[in-house]
């Protein structure tokens, strides 16, 4: 079967600075994982490019076996991404906010889905606020909302518990599983050992921009992967 996901060499440089150096990945639908490693190793960075929103400097994406470059449009609905920057308007108000996206992304009855999403994410009475007033965390709320209001097949999270309270890491840990039951393709970066293999299948270790390790975690035991982790990010 076709990888959902399917990278061939992807290399990132920034002026001299290798950031990645060639990373082939295949994922496949309904697939959940997790992307681990050091910090400034590249994993934002491998996101990011798996996101489309960045173009890799040399390799190949393809998602479901289409390039970018052919489909972009229909690619991107499929692509739900949660970064680290918002990708909110401050001075939109949270309604509006999601209704741009919405009509980008061509998200059909926009309204409903657009007051559905503020009261699953517990923002429906700041609706009409700016975002320009939010918290950090009624950010993220918001965020994950804007990441998923199209239905994405595939959810890219990027560290995405940082800043949320208990019952909003609750919400999105709820997310996740409703994706992955609908068959829904997860990769999650983030540094969180245990919570990694709680949600997720396969865990992917980034180091110096190369991939260190690729792992399923039904095949070993949490110890034995424990150690491997720490092997690769540590030293
Ligand atoms: N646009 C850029 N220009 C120059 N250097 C960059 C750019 N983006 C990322 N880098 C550098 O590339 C390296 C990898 O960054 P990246 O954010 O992908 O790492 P990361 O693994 O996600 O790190 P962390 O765990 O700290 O979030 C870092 O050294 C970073 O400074």
């Not at 741009?100 to 700041?126: D, N, S």
């Not at 560290?159 to 409703?178: F, K, M, Q, V, Y």
């Not at 829904?184 to 980034?206: K, N």
Request: with cysteine; glycine share 8%.
């Amino acid at each position: 079967m076709t990888p959902i996901i399917s990278a061939r060499q992807l290399c990132k440089s920034a002026g001299e600075k290798m950031i990645l150096r060639g990373i082939d990945i295949n994922i496949r639908a309904g697939e959940s994982v997790a992307v681990l490693g050091p910090n400034g190793a590249g994993k934002s960075t491998l996101l990011k490019i798996l996101s489309t929103l960045v173009k890799p400097t040399e390799g190949e994406l393809l998602i479901q076996g289409k390039r970018v470059a052919d489909d972009g449009a229909a690619i991107k609905r499929m692509i739900g991404y949660l970064p680290h920057n918002s990708l909110l308007y401050d001075h939109l108000t949270a309604a509006q906010n999601l209704a741009f996206y919405g009509k980008m992304y061509r998200v059909p009855q926009l309204r409903e889905r657009i007051e559905e999403l503020l009261r699953k994410v517990g923002l429906y009475h700041f609706r009409d606020e700016p975002v320009r007033l939010f918290s950090r965390g009624m950010i993220q709320r918001l965020s994950i909302a804007r990441a998923i209001l199209h239905r994405p097949q595939i959810l890219l999270l990027d560290e995405p518990h940082t800043g949320l309270d208990r019952e909003a890491c609750d919400l999105l840990n709820r997310l996740i599983d409703s994706l992955k039951a609908e068959n829904g393709t997860i990769i999650m970066v983030t540094h969180d050992f245990e919570h990694a293999l709680e949600v997720c299948e396969r865990i992917l270790i980034v180091r110096n921009g190369k991939l260190a390790d690729d792992l399923s975690t039904g095949q070993l035991e949490q110890e034995e992967l424990f150690t491997l982790y720490r092997k690769q990010v540590a030293g």
